[in-house]
């Protein structure tokens, strides 16, 4: 049983110079392994003295790499890669056919056949020649994925 509040901080007291380990397992703050559970136990301690954290936060919560910034910065090859993260977010994967327009001062991608249902090279749709840099179009380079 988690002791929590004035029970909690009354039986770290009655414990005295006990050390951290023990406290935080009579306390109550085990792990699945059976180990003290040291934050939570920290916590419950501040959270006991009025001291409120803020939430967890939850820039990983995918569980890999960072927020994409929506920025990317053209490469010595003159290509401007697109990352996982941005298409992972529309639900693009592997083996997606896209669709790459220029309009002016824009590329656009649009995801013309998902990976199960992929069209095969022969039957894809012809793609449209992009303005040459001369008739106004900006030279950028789009990575396939």
């Known amino acids: 049983m988690l002791l929590t509040g004035a029970a909690l901080l ?11 380990d023990q ?16 934050s939570m136990f920290q916590e419950a301690i501040l959270q006991a003295k009025g001291v409120s954290l803020a ?5 990983r919560k995918a569980g890999r790499g960072k927020q994409p910034s929506y920025e990317v910065t053209i490469n010595k090859q003159g290509v401007a890669p697109v990352g ?16 790459i327009a ?14 199960e249902a992929a069209v095969s090279p022969a039957e894809a749709p012809a793609a449209c020649p992009a303005p040459s840099p001369a008739a106004g ?5 789009v990575v396939p994925f």
Do not use: F, H
């Not at 009354?10 to 951290?20: F, V």
């Not at 939430?55 to 820039?59: G, V």
């Not at 179009?137 to 380079?141: D, E, R, S």
């Open 10 to 20: 009354q039986k770290i007291q009655e414990m005295g110079d006990a050390p951290r």
């Open 23 to 38: 406290l935080a397992i009579t306390c109550g703050y085990v792990n699945k392994a059976g180990k003290p559970a040291y």
């Open 55 to 59: 939430p967890p936060s939850t820039a």
């Open 84 to 99: 996982g993260a941005y298409t992972s977010l529309l639900g693009w994967t592997t083996g997606d056919k896209l669709r």
């Open 102 to 115: 220029v309009d002016g001062g824009r590329i656009s991608l649009e995801r013309i056949a998902a990976a």
């Open 137 to 141: 179009a900006p030279a950028a380079a």
